[in-house]
């Protein structure tokens, strides 16, 4: 019996011993991937949140109200109050993605609106998450999410947009039509941009031409293709602007008169 019960204890033991091992290991996993998560979002600037749809009751961590310009503690966001400091404007897409998610339509969602700083100022925010934790009918309870700041990344793409509606009023304005043509290593042309005078001038839709150079180039006159092909040749090998006048066929037997003035440069 004493033999029995010692290797009882024995086993116990290692068993035990085996126990806290592994309890030791997960609890070492955790704060390695808790230290990893908090470094991903530091690095970031990302704030986390985590809700209950139900009860409105909300998380925010430090970096999620820092972005915002509050200190720890100085706010408590509920999903309620949320939308009191969103965009009016972007208020609307807004709720109609929030139930979505509450109903279990959407599991994952991404969203992209303003929401008001403590100084008064609106920030563009990506606000990124997953539902979780389904009820009996499917419908989640829960959602957990991050929150960016990407303004700059707005204001680039709205500097970004004036500079592009400039530039389309300046080619509607001079009298000649621009092209941006890519000619490939291996020989595939492709049209990249076509002003609108150049559609004009030359009777023809911009996105049939974006689509296949040809409907441009095939309607240049035959006697008059080899040569325009042979120039645009002998600038991707020389990297050397050239001059070229020819004839385009029009709708009918219409016949216009083209010089072309082309710098090529290389693309990374």
């Not at 972005?67 to 404007?89: D, M, R, S």
């Not at 700083?117 to 009996?136: A, I, K, M, N, Y």
């Not at 509606?165 to 300046?170: C, K, V």
């Not at 031409?209 to 040809?214: C, P, Q």
């Amino acid at each position: 019996d004493t033999l029995i019960l010692g290797v009882m204890v024995s086993t116990l033991l290692v068993i035990l011993s085996h126990i806290m091992m592994n309890a030791q290991r997960l609890e070492y996993d955790y704060r390695l991937a808790r230290e990893r998560l908090e470094l991903a979002l530091d690095g970031g600037n990302i704030g986390y949140y985590t809700a209950h749809l139900l009860t409105g009751e909300t998380f925010v961590d430090e970096r999620h109200q820092h972005l915002l310009g509050y200190h720890p503690g100085e706010i408590t966001f509920t999903v309620q109050n949320w939308l009191e400091h969103v965009h009016p404007e972007d208020q609307p897409p807004l709720l109609q993605r929030y139930a979505e998610v509450a109903k279990g339509q959407q599991l994952n969602f991404e969203s992209e609106y303003r929401v008001r700083h403590r100084d008064g100022t609106w920030l563009w925010v990506l606000d990124r998450g997953q539902s979780f934790d389904p009820d009996e009918t499917g419908q989640p309870k829960r959602v957990a999410g991050t929150l960016m700041d990407i303004t700059e990344r707005k204001q680039m793409e709205a500097a970004l947009r004036e500079s592009n509606a400039r530039y389309d009023d300046l080619t509607r304005r001079i009298p000649v039509g621009i092209y941006i043509l890519r000619i490939t290593a291996d020989g595939v042309t492709q049209f990249e941009y076509v002003s609108e005078k150049f559609c004009q001038m030359l009777g023809v839709d911009e996105q049939d031409v974006l689509r296949d150079a040809e409907f441009v180039h095939g309607r240049i006159h035959p006697d008059d293709r080899a040569s325009l092909d042979a120039a645009n040749q002998l600038a991707v090998q020389t990297f050397t602007p050239f001059r070229w006048e020819g004839r385009f066929r029009l709708q009918g037997e219409k016949t216009r008169w083209l010089r072309i003035e082309s710098e090529p440069f290389v693309l990374p």
